[in-house]
């Protein structure tokens, strides 16, 4: 049972980053000036803001998609804990107190994909390191 447990859980944060890239992919240029205005007042410069808002939709998109299928899961767990730890920052830069919580969630769903990965099932995984 925990196998099953473990798949609705890796199945809903691989969901939630495959909604996240598949519906910004298609707005991309507002998606990024959205996100460059956001933090027109952070302390973070323009120069690393416009490539990380262009490649953000397309991060989302390869993570949610090698969780729904489970491949390279602990992998993309990783990559997706950090991914939220950048996101979680630059929320914090701008004051943006309200999405804070959501990152926090996601951030723990992948602290969860990571560390009971032993319990993978219905993944296209050949190991459970």
Do not use: C
Request: glycine letters at 8%; a neutral charge.
């Amino acid at each position: 049972m925990k196998s099953v447990s473990y798949f609705m859980v890796r199945l809903g944060i691989g969901i939630s980053m495959l909604g996240h890239g598949l519906v910004r992919i298609p707005k991309l240029k507002a998606f990024s000036e959205g996100m460059i205005n956001n933090f027109q007042d952070s302390l973070l410069p323009e120069f690393l803001l416009i490539p990380f808002s262009y490649a953000l939709p397309f991060v989302e998109l390869l993570l949610g998609v090698l969780l729904v299928i489970g491949w390279q899961t602990k992998r993309a767990a990783i990559v997706g804990g950090f991914l939220m730890l950048a996101l979680i920052t630059g929320t914090s830069l701008i004051e943006n107190w309200s999405a804070l919580p959501s990152q926090m969630i996601h951030l723990l769903f992948f602290v969860v994909v990571y560390e009971f990965n032993k319990a993978n099932a219905f993944a296209l995984d050949t190991s459970k390191e």
